[in-house]
């Protein structure tokens, strides 16, 4: 399945033969419709722990633009190349390499001995024939697709499961993406026991499928294929970038546009934009916490900067909690208070996949560290999904919580692309236009809801109350802004 392009050798080599014969003019011409590879594939970055001398030192790195990758202070992971080390090293930083992980797992599952929960790392082909696979024996609860292309060419599979997934339901959906970084496996492996857990427990469990019927789950199990599959894996895509650092982002690239972004972010804005999802988790490892918005501000260097947090900070709280306090490993892990953290408050970066869902599309998004080696050994697999599993449930149950209805005109009863804005929570929840139904999370309380459709009277619905549970119904009957003139 996987469809390379030419090699980076052959393309560097046909690249130099054309410089070479025809000067850099027509090089120039040509680069900009068939780009070379990168020069160096997946990065030369590599991990380095820099021990801080105090916390005032984060901020300095932070202002460096390095890749910072998780801190237990006074240690951070950076992602550096030999020249920043180099200058680190130049300017008295405590930096060193950090040496690889010791046991590197071994992907691939061995002939005939597939089995779940997964005990070994599936390679890339494994993992697109295993979602064929379930394509085909649950037809009436799963579908199967790419939504793009990697940077080397491999798919981003991605499987939606649900009752009647041929067509659009009054369901919230939700998306669970892992292994943003290639090097951080172990995600990949839970998404699949959840898949697996979903389609197969289905008939037997009541909760399983509850959840399925009143859900629309999208789960893309491997969003870096390339750095994954890559020989050591890497936390980076074909062309060297961090796909972690590379969406919008409302400090430093508010240009909300996939214009210059790489394959695999298009793919996953483009994704997330042709459907309204309402809750969703990426999956990494290298800690142990949930880690809720926001990761960027323009205030970061102030510590706890009301800017640091979003009008859903209750909402996010409760959500993390849903998924920290049934995992051990998070919840007592000592590092975060219950498993969980504000993203600034841990350390601060721009262009994540987060902040992003949030701020654009108000789709509520966290991000979950789920181990502090990226790779645990495949003996230790099993123990992980167990770990994880009620997390799972737990938190894909969230999306049904606080006010859900559906909106239609008025005059033909028909669903409308319509918005809902919670007064005090600024932000726009977009409906389904195929159904029309919206899902706004909140916790219990009294609310006053904003709604509005191009073309129609906007209308304010006050004194909505919520109770914990099963969301409250709210349905609406927009009028066309001029049906007067029409009927008399
Ligand atoms: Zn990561």
Known sequence: MVRKGFSFAARVASWLVVLNCLGSTVYAQIASTDLPGPLIPFSNRKAAEIVLKGRDQLRVLVEKDLILDGLNFPRVCAWVSPEEYKQLEVEGWSISWLPPEAEPAPIGIPKGSLAFPLEAYPTYDQI??????YALNY???CRVESIGSSAEGRNLWVIRITDHPEIEEDEPECKLISTIHG????GTVVMLDLVHELLTEYENDLRIRHLVDETEIWILPLMNPDGYSHTPRTRFNYNGYDLNRNFPDRVEDPANTTAGRQPETSAVMEFTRDHSFVLSANFHTGSQVVNYPYDSSAYWNTWKHPDWYTPDQDVFVQNSLAYSTHNPLLYSSGQFPQGISNGLEWYQINGGMQDWNYVWNRCMEVTIELSNLFSPPASQLVSHWEANRESLLSYLEQSRIGIRGI???SQNGKPIPASVEVSGREGLVHTDPQVGDY???LLPGTYTLQIQAQGFYPLTVHGVAVQSG??????VDLD??????LIY
Do not use: C, K
């Open 128 to 133: 697109g024939a295993l979602l064929e696979e």
């Open 139 to 141: 037809s009436s609860l």
């Open 183 to 186: 090097n951080e496996t172990l």
């Open 407 to 409: 909106i239609r005109n």
């Open 439 to 441: 899902h706004r999370l």
């Open 470 to 475: 099963t969301a409250s119904r709210v349905d």
């Open 480 to 485: 066309p802004a001029y049906s007067g003139w």
